[in-house]
């Protein structure tokens, strides 16, 4: 059995050009104590010091005045309307009436909500530079505006993380690869669940070992992000 075994030259990263790209920074992956969603991941989360790792690429991004780019998970009361059969983990999630808003502009009941930010991570995504773009509705960038959002800004690298490696994130990966970017995933600041077939974490390790331009821990994330703004 041939296994490959390539690897793609080392991504460099020009700081101007470069954003850090974060999918559903909020309370519904992030908060034990709100999280419906937290409990699929929670063993994924402390196990590689997920929500201490996305603080470092945050504090790290922000500091040295890098993009950051964050991608929400939200429903309206009338996305109820939609009469196509979702797949399986939406189904769940419409059961659980996962990251729920009251509204587009009415923001009744959403502070401190499952669908509010993670309260810890506000003074980054709430601090006047970082784009919370509008939210995505399934797995992929296809329903928002993240890849405007970095034309706009003429970025072509990003580096990216996030609490669903396997599901949110690799939609958004997956967009941002055939949109011509360079994409470097973080494979500490991630989690996924475990079903009935196998584990959404090793699943998604496997796929972007074939499809990125590099796969870094955190510190390696950090470390190449500082050595670019010098």
Not at 92 to 101: K, T
Not at 140 to 150: C, F, G, I, P
Not at 216 to 224: M, P
Request: with cysteine; hydrophobic share 40%; net charge negative.
């Amino acid at each position: 059995m041939f296994t490959f075994t390539h690897r793609n030259p080392e991504m460099q990263l020009d700081r101007p050009r470069t954003a850090l790209v974060l999918a559903d920074i909020q309370n519904e992956f992030l908060d034990e104590k709100t999280g419906k969603y937290y409990p699929l991941i929670e063993e994924a989360l402390k196990k590689r010091n997920v929500i201490a790792n996305l603080d470092k690429l945050l504090s790290t991004a922000q500091q040295l005045g890098y993009y950051i780019i964050h991608s929400p998970h939200w429903y309206y009361p009338t996305d109820g309307q939609w009469n196509v059969p979702p797949g399986a983990i939406a189904d769940y999630l419409i059961q659980i009436g996962f990251v729920g808003r009251k509204d587009q502009v009415d923001l009744e009941g959403f502070h401190g909500s499952r669908a509010d930010y993670y309260e810890p991570f506000k003074k980054y995504l709430m601090d006047g530079h970082t784009c919370n773009t509008s939210p995505h509705k399934h797995f992929s960038t296809q329903a928002n505006d993240v890849v405007k959002q970095l034309r706009m800004r003429r970025v072509e690298q990003v580096i990216m993380a996030g609490p669903v490696a396997n599901l949110c994130l690799e939609g958004h990966m997956r967009d941002l690869i055939e949109s011509g970017f360079e994409v470097a995933m973080v494979s500490d600041a991630v989690a996924a669940g475990v079903n009935d077939v196998g584990d959404g974490y090793e699943a998604a390790m496997t796929n972007w070992r074939f499809m990125c331009n590099a796969v870094w821990t955190t510190e390696e994330a950090v470390d190449r992000m500082k050595a670019a703004a010098t």
